[in-house]
């Protein structure tokens, strides 16, 4: 549902709702006191009903009673389908190592660009618009430590989050509130939870990225493919960048 607002905000997932079989609303433009995001709404995700304020909440009260069958729009998800087919078949091509030549499905570790795969069969580098290089095997110790990172912010922001509830759970006793501090609690424990399993991926799933990037030459190798050793990554200037 899609009310008052201004630019382009929810027009796809609204679309995605509907592929997915889902009822599309969105509020009136000529009574909404920002009309561009219904009007954005009406004009790309093609609502089911485009309604006054007034009369939207009798509509989700018969939806809620009627059964889902047959509800939404029946060409939405034909079309998404294809958009994930698309993005399949890159994800398999790079996979296959088939886009040498032009752009890659990976983000430039250092400035967060695209990247082009340039070169053939032993000489495969990976170049932003920038300039900064990669050779495949530092760019995976690069994503490696990029996704460890990612992992460890993870479990920093979890952990702020779990102490600040439980701030909010004290004040809640505080005032005398127990079954409440009690309920804010069990949304600290969930955290804790999360904290736990992504710690155990950190500390025994993920292997280390020098220590998987040797094991890795050691199976090309064996495999009679020896790669000559990677080059440093180059900055935008030629020179060292600063990648470890």
């Not at 509907?18 to 009574?31: F, L, M, R, S, W």
């Not at 799933?205 to 009679?224: F, H, K």
């Amino acid at each position: 549902m899609i009310l008052s607002g201004t630019l382009g905000d929810g027009s796809i997932g609204l679309m995605a709702i509907k592929a997915h079989g889902g009822v599309a609303i969105t509020q009136d433009p000529a009574e909404a006191a920002f009309e561009g995001m219904p009007r954005s709404a009406i004009r790309d995700a093609r609502p089911d009903h485009v309604l006054p304020v007034a009369e939207i909440a009798p509509l989700l009260i018969r939806l809620a009673s009627e059964p889902r069958t047959g509800r939404g729009a029946s060409a939405m998800p034909n079309d998404l389908e294809q958009e994930l087919d698309v993005i399949r078949h890159d994800l398999a091509d790079q996979a296959a190592n088939r886009r040498q030549g032009g752009p890659a499905l990976y983000a430039c570790p250092e400035c967060g660009g695209a990247l082009w795969q340039l070169g053939e069969d032993r000489l495969v580098q990976f170049r932003c618009h920038v300039g900064h290089t990669y050779s495949p095997e530092h760019l995976l110790v690069q994503k490696s430590e990029e996704l460890e990172a990612a992992l460890w912010a993870c479990v920093r922001a979890l952990t702020e989050k779990a102490t600040l509830t439980r701030q909010l759970a004290a004040r809640a006793r505080g005032t005398g509130n127990e079954e409440t501090a009690s309920q804010i609690e069990e949304q600290a424990e969930l955290d804790d939870r999360h904290i736990r399993i992504i710690r155990e991926s950190l500390l025994e799933a993920i292997p280390n990225p020098t220590t998987q990037l040797i094991e890795i030459q050691r199976l090309l190798e064996s495999a009679g493919d020896r790669p000559s050793p990677p080059p440093a990554p180059q900055g935008p200037g030629g020179g060292e960048g600063s990648n470890p």
